[in-house]
């Protein structure tokens, strides 16, 4: 955090960086652009400060202030910074437990609220924690939005029907009251609530890029003023200041009210910064921008605590002003800077005509906008894609309606964090076997598994909350197969490993020997085997029980599987390797299983150079090649005799007791099991060549071909 901290010069130095390089055409472009996101501005900063339970002109400074401030401090050249819905409608449920609405105390309470959700946005920025905004995912962002649309559209009710309700009535008491006092309503008013409701989309299907609400506003204003309906109760926005934003007297140091704005403000600033992020992600993909999300936050920010201390509230980024910030053709982030600067020129001349527009205009206008925030499709496509995140999504919305929004939003995060913990806690545990061609790994539970080696895949990180299930599952899969004792974990898909997750691949590897196998490890990443090297656990599993996938099978199978049981119990041939093995059943008395027995009566060995200086010197020794025929005949030892494993078990009256007994193979393991049979059954002087024939050949010692 302190390495972050030291880029703070450089990082509030963004304006320059902005203006350097900047010419007259870029200007030209930019210019044209604020110009018209501003004739959409102005209205919305007076319709959404409604929202929030303020004055408009408490919109209009905060449209002046966020959108010139967050335009040069942000990384985004087409996010617009201003009033939106959700920070409106959160500023209101923020706010409500503290004082009423419209009164000094609220709009004070507002502009520390502003200030306070600023500074966190900028600290996490200045931190580098852009990566906070993560932990609000899509579901409940859509849940949240939709959520909060359904209650800006029910907060209009009032003012279309202009009908007296309490403060902060939530969804149920305005549904009920509004049906006890409908028969209240002020017909001029529902009607110019009605008719702007139906204009704006009517306009919006004919122009696309007219500015719609700007010109229905101004038309039915127009409308009402010539039909003197003002003075037939008519309610109207009232008398405007034609000043510059003034400096705010915040209760900065009132510890009581900073407390009890403490959480809402965490909540305004981490759904705002979600917000911002999402839109200039969502421009950025039209634009080809690349963006600095660190930054945007600190723009967002410094875009707050201006517009807290200049009369300001909450702002956050808008879609459909950054959407038409582009279309426009603003090149920078000045041609945001410039719909600031258009609103602080236009409200002189324009404040006396704003005076006269009707309450019941701006609602209609809200009611439509707040309408585009309920994306049903989103939330069937979240439902069709994963029922868990459709459940969030929804139970985010039915929080947002019925509780305050500040609890509905952490309440759909720590939702979304448990679904995650739950996913990952329980990732996916399974055997798999080669498909048809050998190429590829799948689970295949109908077929039926080598009774050596389970291969298995670990799909999820092995961590803490991970491990149980991890160990719980590979035991049943072990439980399924008792013979299988040795284990070829697959951990591609292992990002991360702590020490719990150590410590369960030594139980593993522990249960594994304790059955006389061994647990193997392939595609292991860095990271991971960084733990493994750091905890030990290399050195307790062993380096070379690391194996390279490619070869990993070929070397089991060579090298570790009893041949015994893969040439003469086996008959399922589920590797490639096992393809040309020959299909022969013992009819005597099985081979032991178990390595124990092998070592309780080890035969010694001969190293073959050794073997060969004794068959060279005449020392009599009878050499028995315990492999099938066909492998004996593609080369063995000069002088030895063949004898099949399955006949040295059924007819070991063959062997000649007078000479010492040596037993070859291809590895030495057939032999050293034929060894172990023999000596627990009183044979004596039988030695097995060390490592068979293979080293055999590699010693380049002469071989006989039949």
């Known amino acids: 955090?302190?390495?972050?901290?030291?880029?703070?010069?450089?990082?509030?130095?963004?304006?320059?960086?902005?203006?350097?390089?900047?010419?007259?055409?870029?200007?030209?472009?930019?210019?044209?652009?604020?110009?018209?996101?501003?004739?959409?501005?102005?209205?919305?900063?007076?319709?959404?400060?409604?929202?929030?339970?303020?004055?408009?002109?408490?919109?209009?400074y905060s449209a002046i202030v966020a959108a010139i401030v967050g335009a040069l401090w942000?990384?985004?050249?087409?996010?617009?910074?201003?009033?939106?819905?959700?920070?409106?409608?959160?500023?209101?449920?923020?706010?409500?437990?503290?004082?009423s609405p419209g009164t000094p105390a609220f709009m004070a309470a507002a502009g520390l609220l502003a200030v306070l959700a600023g500074a966190m946005r900028l600290a996490f920025g200045l931190a580098r924690l852009g990566v906070l905004v993560n932990f609000v995912s899509d579901s409940v962002a859509v849940g949240f939005t939709a959520?909060?649309?359904?209650?800006?559209?029910?907060?209009?009710?009032?003012?279309?029907?202009?009908?007296?309700?309490?403060?902060?009535?939530?969804?149920?008491?305005?549904?009920?009251?509004?049906?006890?006092?409908?028969?209240?309503?002020?017909?001029?008013?529902?009607?110019?609530?009605?008719?702007t409701i139906v204009l704006i989309p009517a306009l919006g299907r004919l122009r696309r890029r007219l500015p719609t609400l700007l010109i229905v506003l101004v038309v039915i204003s127009l409308l009402a003023w010539f039909l003197q309906l003002e003075a037939t109760g008519v309610r109207v926005l009232g008398m405007l200041p034609r000043s510059l934003p003034p400096i705010a007297a915040l209760p900065l140091f009132d510890l009581q009210l900073v407390g009890a704005l403490a959480n809402g403000a965490l909540a305004v600033a981490i759904i705002g910064l979600v917000e911002a992020s999402a839109i200039a992600r969502a421009v950025?993909?039209?634009?080809?921008?690349?963006?600095?999300?660190?930054?945007?936050?600190?723009?967002?920010?410094?875009?707050?605590?201006?517009?807290?201390?200049?009369?300001?509230?909450?702002?956050?980024?808008?879609?459909?002003?950054?959407?038409?910030?582009?279309?426009?053709?603003?090149r920078t982030g000045m041609g945001n800077a410039f719909s600031g600067v258009f609103v602080l020129a236009a409200m002189f001349p324009l404040?006396?005509?704003?005076?006269?527009?009707?309450?019941?205009?701006?609602?209609?206008?809200?009611?439509?906008?707040?309408w585009s925030m309920v994306d049903y499709r989103a939330i069937g496509r979240i439902w069709r894609a994963d029922r868990g995140d459709g459940t969030i999504a929804l139970i985010t919305l039915a929080a947002t309606l019925f509780v305050p929004l500040q609890f509905a939003i952490i309440s759909g995060v720590l939702m979304s964090l448990g679904a995650y913990l739950l996913r990952t806690s329980a990732p996916r545990v399974q055997s798999v076997l080669p498909d048809d061609d050998f190429r590829?790994?799948?689970?295949?539970?109908?077929?039926?598994?080598?009774?050596q080696l389970a291969v298995v895949d670990l799909l999820g990180d092995l961590y803490f909350g991970a491990v149980n299930h991890v160990e719980e599952q590979i035991n049943t899969l072990l439980a399924r197969n008792p013979a299988q004792r040795f284990v070829l974990l697959r951990m591609h898909s292992v990002q991360h490993c702590d020490i719990s997750g150590v410590k369960a691949l030594q139980m593993i590897a522990r249960q594994c020997r304790d059955r006389g196998g061994e647990l193997y490890l392939v595609r292991v990443r860095e990271p991971v085997r960084r733990m493994m090297d750091v905890t030990g656990f290399t050195e307790y599993l062993g380096a070379d029980r690391f194996l390279d996938e490619d070869h990993a099978i070929d070397h089991l199978f060579h090298r570790v599987l009893d041949p015994a049981v893969c040439i003469y119990e086996c008959e399922v041939r589920a590797f490639r390797e096992c393809q040309n093995l020959p299909k022969r059943t013992l009819t005597g008395e099985m081979i032991p299983l178990m390595p124990a027995d092998i070592e309780a009566r080890p035969a010694p060995t001969i190293e073959p150079r050794?073997?060969?200086?004794?068959?060279?010197?005449?020392?009599?020794?009878?050499?028995?090649?315990?492999?099938?025929?066909?492998?004996?005949?593609?080369?063995?030892i000069p002088r030895a005799r063949l004898l099949p494993l399955p006949e040295l078990l059924t007819r070991p009256e063959q062997l000649p007791a007078e000479r010492p007994l040596v037993l070859v193979c291809r590895?030495?393991?057939?032999?050293?099991?034929?060894?172990?049979?023999?000596?627990?059954?009183?044979?004596?002087?039988?030695v097995v060549v060390r490592g068979g024939m293979l080293a055999w050949e590699a010693s380049d010692l002469l071989v006989a071909i039949e």
């Open 667 to 686: 590895s030495g393991r057939r032999s050293a099991r034929a060894a172990a049979w023999l000596v627990r059954r009183g044979y004596t002087g039988i």
């Open 284 to 330: 950025a993909t039209h634009s080809q921008q690349r963006l600095d999300s660190n930054q945007e936050f600190i723009g967002q920010g410094l875009a707050n605590i201006c517009t807290g201390f200049f009369s300001g509230y909450p702002c956050s980024g808008s879609f459909n002003r950054s959407a038409l910030s582009f279309q426009a053709g603003a």
């Open 1 to 60: 955090m302190f390495a972050a901290l030291q880029k703070v010069p450089v990082t509030m130095a963004r304006p320059a960086l902005l203006l350097r390089g900047y010419t007259l055409d870029t200007l030209r472009a930019d210019v044209v652009a604020g110009v018209t996101v501003g004739l959409v501005l102005l209205p919305q900063s007076l319709a959404f400060a409604l929202l929030a339970g303020l004055p408009p002109e408490m919109g209009l």
């Open 147 to 195: 959520g909060a649309g359904i209650l800006i559209i029910s907060n209009q009710v009032a003012p279309i029907l202009r009908l007296d309700l309490p403060a902060g009535a939530g969804l149920v008491e305005t549904v009920i009251l509004s049906a006890q006092r409908v028969g209240s309503t002020h017909v001029q008013s529902l009607l110019l609530g009605l008719a």
């Open 440 to 451: 590829h790994w799948e689970h295949q539970p109908q077929k039926p598994a080598c009774p």
């Open 610 to 636: 050794e073997l060969w200086r004794q068959i060279h010197t005449g020392v009599p020794l009878h050499i028995v090649d315990v492999r099938e025929p066909r492998e004996y005949h593609q080369g063995h």
């Open 351 to 370: 404040a006396p005509l704003m005076a006269h527009l009707p309450r019941p205009v701006l609602a209609g206008a809200l009611a439509v906008t707040a």
């Open 74 to 99: 942000g990384s985004s050249s087409h996010l617009h910074s201003g009033p939106t819905n959700t920070a409106s409608l959160l500023t209101l449920s923020v706010l409500l437990p503290i004082a």
